[in-house]
């Protein structure tokens, strides 16, 4: 089955530490997101990517870092710059850059101990 | 201008009922309006969209309503099932490599269908 993997479903950070959170996709799409969702604020994006070893930052990237080393991956690390980290993270793709519909992966909800 | 307003924040609607969400936009060079079905512990999926040429679009049950003077535009769940419980986003972009994936995502409506 074609897809975005997310993994893990549920992390925890202590402070001052950084995660990684890991996305897969096998969509063989060019493009890949990562998206933050709050309660009652919607999705805002964090990073995007439109192409391996290329990304951009979204609306609020500060806290984060993103890498793009291959087609089907997109990691997402939440460095301890991040003072406010809990929240479910989506990672998201397209077909191509200029391709408006997105496919999500199932999320990982990160939580501070 | 880049906000995407949503309301209701939560909907409870029998089942069988018509459940009506409701958005607004500012920015008029947004060109595309789509909205995001999604299911506790899931990511969203794309439900039905909408482009301003167009003043309503149907699919099944659901139908989007789109408003281009008073810029807004609302989804429409005719005859809502249990299965329709979920939370909804409304998103809106515009066309353009520089706005690639931008989509700008409303607060959510979390609908609730009583059986």
């Known amino acids: 089955d074609g897809g975005i993997t997310q993994s893990p479903k549920y992390l925890f950070r202590k402070e001052g530490q950084n995660v990684t959170l890991s996305c897969e996709q096998n969509l063989n799409h060019d493009a890949m997101y990562w998206y933050r969702q709050d309660p009652g604020q919607g999705l805002r994006l964090i990073y995007y990517s439109q192409i391996v070893n290329d990304f951009q930052k979204g609306d609020i990237a500060e806290g984060y870092s993103v890498s793009r080393e291959k087609k089907e991956s997109f990691p997402l690390t939440v460095t301890s710059a991040q003072k406010n980290p809990t929240a479910f993270y989506l990672c998201a793709s397209s077909i191509r850059p200029s391709t408006e519909k997105l496919f999500f992966g199932s999320g990982t909800q990160l939580s501070v101990l | 201008q880049q906000q995407v307003k949503q309301s209701p924040q939560s909907l409870i609607v029998q089942k069988g009922g018509i459940s009506i969400i409701n958005c607004a936009y500012e920015n008029t060079a947004f060109d595309y309006f789509p909205w995001y079905q999604q299911f506790p512990g899931k990511g969203p999926a794309l439900l039905i969209a909408?482009?301003?040429?167009?003043s309503e679009k149907k699919e099944g049950r659901f139908t989007i309503s789109f408003n281009k003077s008073a810029k807004q535009f609302s989804l429409h769940i005719m005859d809502s099932q249990p299965g329709d419980s979920a939370t909804y986003f409304c998103?809106?972009?515009?066309?353009?490599?520089?706005?690639?994936?931008?989509?700008?995502f409303g607060q959510g409506t979390t609908l609730q269908v009583k059986p």
């Open positions: 998103a809106a972009s515009r066309r353009g490599s520089s706005n690639t994936g931008k989509l700008i």
């Open positions: 909408i482009r301003p040429d167009v």
